[in-house]
């Protein structure tokens, strides 16, 4: 640090320069991000509660019953009546939670110190942090020709030190929703704590469904799902940070709770101490702006951007991986390596993300990405054909 005091104006200027180098939601050239621009009114309600922290509620009585609102309307979309849990810093953060739920929850009722979780090969990164900092062991399913978690596979994988079984409701890769009907029947009649990773699909299911969207229950209705994250900051349009996390049981984030002495609260069960009250007031704001029209009318425009898509690469002879689920398409050229056709659209200006199982291109289509872009993008690839 400097010395002396600088100018408001020199910082301004100084921070405006290295922003520019940021890419821009705007030019509809990230191809690859599951975040997108945050709505106006999310950030300006997000703005006013700068101060607020939830991590001392007593303090901010009302920003907490904010949250406690906000997880409550969370909990009703995946039909659970009477939801638990907290708004958080993300997805990450949010299937931590559940796994250390899970994990503290089977050392104290089933005496299993030395655990396992088993996710598919196609969990997010964040399950391996979070076996990592517990001292789990992850045990992996198979995923079937489908790229969806093969059930047969997870059976075999179930043993008397499993902690938790993790299904994931829009794949990070693919956008596939794993068959947790079937996988919630086995967790609830073998009694292991099943979590559901929704930070993806969880803004977009529910809303599809509701305007005919043949896709499968993934939710509380299921005996078996004991928690599910769901991320504001994705698909809900809130701004960053925003992670939900909801258990279906008040034990589960008991379980996790530590002595909080000098706090209004004798207890804490998050990870986080000091944490944002911005988070959950912008997430309130944003679900009541749209309601359940709202949000079903973003999702229903992000599906027609994404069959418009995939329909017009399968055109030009590019090979599509599956049919889209939800938002994301992901594709190959038929001969040229994938790495290369990427780094021919990144030259050409376009933010590339290749997926890692099966290698391929994967766009998602967030709410930047508009029809134009996507004419823009279809023009080069057919240039590169
Ligand atoms: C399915 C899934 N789970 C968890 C995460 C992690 O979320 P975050 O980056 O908000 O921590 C992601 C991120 O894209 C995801 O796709």
Not at 86 to 113: C, F, P, S, W
Not at 219 to 229: A, E, H, N, R, Y
Request: hydrophobic share 40%; glycine share 8%.
């Amino acid at each position: 640090m400097q010395d002396n005091p600088i100018d408001k104006q020199d910082i301004l200027n100084e921070l405006a320069e290295l922003h520019s180098l940021d890419y821009d939601y705007e030019d509809g050239r990230i191809l690859g991000s599951m975040c997108t621009q945050a709505h106006p009114f999310a950030k300006e309600v997000y703005c006013k509660f700068l101060d607020t922290n939830l991590g001392d509620p007593g303090l901010f009585k009302g920003t907490k019953r904010i949250e406690e609102e906000v997880i409550k309307s969370i909990g009703e979309l995946l039909s659970l009546d009477e939801a638990y849990g907290n708004i958080v810093t993300g997805g990450t953060e949010a299937n931590l939670m559940a796994i250390r739920a899970a994990r503290n929850h089977a050392r104290k009722y089933k005496g299993i110190t030395d655990g396992e979780i088993i996710i598919p090969n196609s969990a997010h990164f964040s399950f391996k942090k979070a076996a990592d900092m517990l001292s789990l062991k992850i045990v992996e399913a198979k995923l079937d020709e489908n790229y969806k978690i093969d059930v047969g596979s997870l059976n075999e994988a179930i043993s008397d030190k499993t902690v938790a079984i993790v299904a994931i409701a829009g794949t990070t890769e693919l956008g596939l929703i794993d068959p947790i009907e079937e996988i919630s029947k086995i967790a609830f009649e073998k009694n292991i704590y099943f979590h559901v990773d929704a930070a993806f699909g969880g803004f977009s299911i529910p809303f599809l469904r509701e305007i005919g969207y043949n896709l499968p229950v993934f939710d509380f209705s299921l005996d078996g799902v004991c928690s599910i994250t769901v991320d504001p900051h994705k698909m809900g349009l809130a701004p960053i940070p925003a992670g939900g996390i909801i258990f279906r049981k008040e034990e589960y984030l008991e379980v996790m709770a530590v002595d909080s002495p000098y706090l209004t609260v004798k207890t804490q069960s998050t990870i986080v101490g000091t944490r944002l009250g911005a988070s959950s007031a912008a997430t309130y704001a944003i679900m009541k702006y749209f309601g359940k029209k709202g949000y079903s009318k973003i999702a229903g425009n992000l599906m027609e951007n994404t069959m418009f898509f995939a329909q017009n690469l399968k055109e030009i002879g590019y090979e599509i991986i599956c049919e889209p689920e939800l938002n994301i398409v992901a594709f190959n050229h038929p001969t040229m390596d994938t790495n290369v056709l990427a780094g021919k659209l990144e030259k050409r200006g376009w933010k590339v993300s290749v997926a890692k199982c099966p290698v391929a291109i994967r766009v998602v289509l967030m709410n930047h990405i508009k029809k134009n872009h996507l004419e823009e993008l279809l023009k080069d690839l057919k240039d590169l054909y």
